[in-house]
């Protein structure tokens, strides 16, 4: 599954080189999300349903752009990411580019369900982009910092936009009362 989950991580930078930058639809962005949503680790990968993810992602990467499917002088530029040159990184730059993957990961649980809501951020859906882009360049350490940075600013504003979306829909939420002190500890929660 290992195989699966890299061939997934490579698409989805390859359809972060094709963006070039550029806006993707909503289509193409949710599919980048359930991308990364299924290497986040909280639930084993299925086979059948990741081959359909990346071959969606691939799908979408080849409408952007159509000409290099047929290209007589291949450049490279949007070919889909090698998770051994990952692996094969410095060692800085590997735990960088970690962080990096798995804040993106991360963000894409909140990113997705708060879009499930009605609610999303042009800033927050950009960076996911900007942090697969980086993810796929052979960058020095002092190239990644920044990323890094700005992926922690990202988080916040995605777990703010998360914690809005629900609040709209569902309302405040309301502290729990327990019939017994959480200090005593000869109560146990079932």
């Known amino acids: 599954m290992e195989n699966l989950r890299d061939e997934l991580i490579g698409a ?7 963006l070039n930058g550029d806006r993707p639809d909503h289509e193409t962005h949710m ?10 680790g909280f639930l084993p990968l299925d086979e059948s349903v990741s081959s359909k993810q990346i071959q969606d992602i691939m799908d979408k990467k080849n409408a952007l752009i159509p000409n290099c499917l047929n290209c007589a002088s291949p450049c490279g530029r949007t070919l889909n990411y090698d998770m051994n040159l990952f692996r094969n ?7 960088l580019k970690t962080v990096l993957l798995t804040g993106l990961c991360q963000m894409s649980v909140y990113a997705y369900h708060a ?5 999303s951020d042009p800033d927050i859906d950009a960076f996911f982009y900007e942090g697969l882009f980086a993810i796929g360049e052979n960058w020095h350490q002092e190239f990644l910092i920044p990323v890094i940075s700005k992926l922690g600013n990202m988080q916040i504003k995605c777990m703010d936009l998360f914690e809005k979306a629900n609040r709209d829909v569902y309302g405040h939420s309301v502290a729990a009362v327990l019939p017994f002190p959480l200090s005593d500890r000869n109560h146990v929660l079932k």
């Open 115 to 119: 879009i499930m809501l009605g609610y």
């Open 31 to 40: 599919v980048m999300l359930r991308g990364l949503f299924s290497v986040t």
């Open 89 to 95: 990184s410095e060692e800085s730059v590997r735990s």
């Open 12 to 18: 989805l930078v390859g359809l972060s080189r094709a």
